[in-house]
């Protein structure tokens, strides 16, 4: 079963997201809705979004009426998908340099829902960054996708 996320489309509505999104893991995709990665990248987020209803809150963001967000969050490559709870960037050790954003989509539905638990544990504990438990051979490499934002 499939939900249509919330869509953010300015940066007004991405602040109010970040500041009144409580006790719960932001998900924060940033893409374009037409774009095939962002496209698979939806799918996985909305089939597992009812699953991780108590402890996720997913919204799509759109690269391109969100500018300054783009900008903030060095983002290159669609999707980029960003992680905050309550309030604080939570950062994520894939094994890459870049721990402020997931980039690509996951493999599987499965990876998704570990990460999120592990952001939402880590997150209760008070740490503001933590180790990935997805598979490496799983984390898309920056060479496997395209740049033309």
Known sequence: MSFLLPKLTSKKEVDQVIKSTAEKVLVL??????DPV?????D??????????K???????????????TQYFDISYIPSTVFFFNGQHMKVDYGSPDHTKFVGSFKTKQDF????EVIYRGAMRGK????????????????????DI
């Open 29 to 34: 995709r940033f893409g374009r809705d037409e």
């Open 38 to 42: 962002c496209l698979q990248l939806d």
């Open 44 to 53: 996985i987020l909305s089939k597992t979004s009812s699953d991780l209803s």
């Open 55 to 69: 402890m996720a809150a997913i919204y799509l963001v759109d690269v391109d009426q969100t500018p300054v967000y």
């Open 113 to 116: 829902l570990d990460l999120i």
């Open 128 to 147: 503001l960054i933590v180790q990935s438990p997805i598979d490496p051979k799983n984390i898309p490499k920056y060479d496997l996708l395209y740049q």
